[in-house]
């Protein structure tokens, strides 16, 4: 069931709709509003819009770090899996001889 929410970011306040709880929204608002003042600091005077769209490349940047750093951890997982899994069948091949 949809509800509404209610978030700030930048000093400017939001309605939304949506399945989250209102606690959730509060954090991902306030890890956007983070951003968009961390780039205000490097970026002083910037139009909210401008500051808008860098928060939401770094945003992006840092999702798409994230996962290429998951698909790495799964693929030196399913190495280590098989790895294993070689071990353990060879292991049952020997103690059946």
């Not at 949809?2 to 400017?12: A, D, M, T």
């Not at 709880?21 to 983070?34: C, L, P, R, T």
């Amino acid at each position: 069931m949809s509800k509404k929410l209610h978030i700030e970011i930048f000093g400017r306040k939001y309605d939304l709709v949506g399945q989250s709880d209102q606690g959730y929204a509060d954090e991902v608002a306030s890890f956007v509003d983070e951003k968009m003042c961390e780039i205000s600091r490097r970026s002083p005077g910037s139009p909210f819009s401008k500051l808008a769209m860098l928060s939401a490349i770094n945003i992006a940047h840092e999702l798409f770090q994230l996962k290429d750093q998951q698909q790495e951890i799964n693929s030196a997982l399913d190495g280590k899996t098989r790895s294993i899994i070689k071990n353990i069948e060879e292991e049952v091949q020997s103690l059946k001889r």
